[in-house]
Nanobody, 124 residues
Framework: QVQLVESGGGLGQAGGSLRLSCAAS????????VGWFRQAPGKEREFVGA????????YYADSVKGRFTISREDAKNTVYLQMNSLKPEDTAVYYC?????????????????WGQGTQVTVSS
């Protein structure tokens, strides 16, 4: 079992930055894929980005490519989502998730463990 806890959400301004953290306990992220998803009110959950712990390959949705970056800190078993050049449309609850690195990285069903989510609100 992997328990995930997100933190770092809050209120940001358009053009500004926020950094989210996803800390794992119970098991390390080794051999997992860690993904970030978000869900805005009235919308479906959508893929934001993902990283394979082994190898370090990362993937991003077109909507955030060039603005968001996923990084990791092995010693803390933590993954970060650095969000720059924020836009009001980035407003959503952000979730981190972990799963075995198989199947399409952008599908929520390929992730077994989920955090509780953290709210990000971007004002214009």
């Amino acid at each position: 079992q992997v328990q995930l806890v997100e933190s770092g959400g809050g209120l940001g301004q358009a053009g500004g930055s926020l950094r989210l953290s996803c800390a794992a306990s119970g098991r390390t992220f080794s051999n997992y894929r860690v993904g970030w998803f978000r869900q805005a009110p009235g919308k479906e959950r959508e893929f934001v980005g993902a990283v394979n712990w082994s190898g370090g390959s990362s993937y991003y949705a077109d909507s955030v490519k060039g603005r968001f970056t996923i990084s990791r800190e092995d010693a803390k078993n933590t993954v970060y989502l650095q969000m720059n050049s924020l836009k009001p449309e980035d407003t959503a609850v952000y979730y981190c998730a972990a799963g075995r690195p198989s199947g399409f990285y952008n599908l929520a069903r390929n992730y077994d463990y989920w955090g509780q989510g953290t709210q990000v609100t971007v004002s214009s």
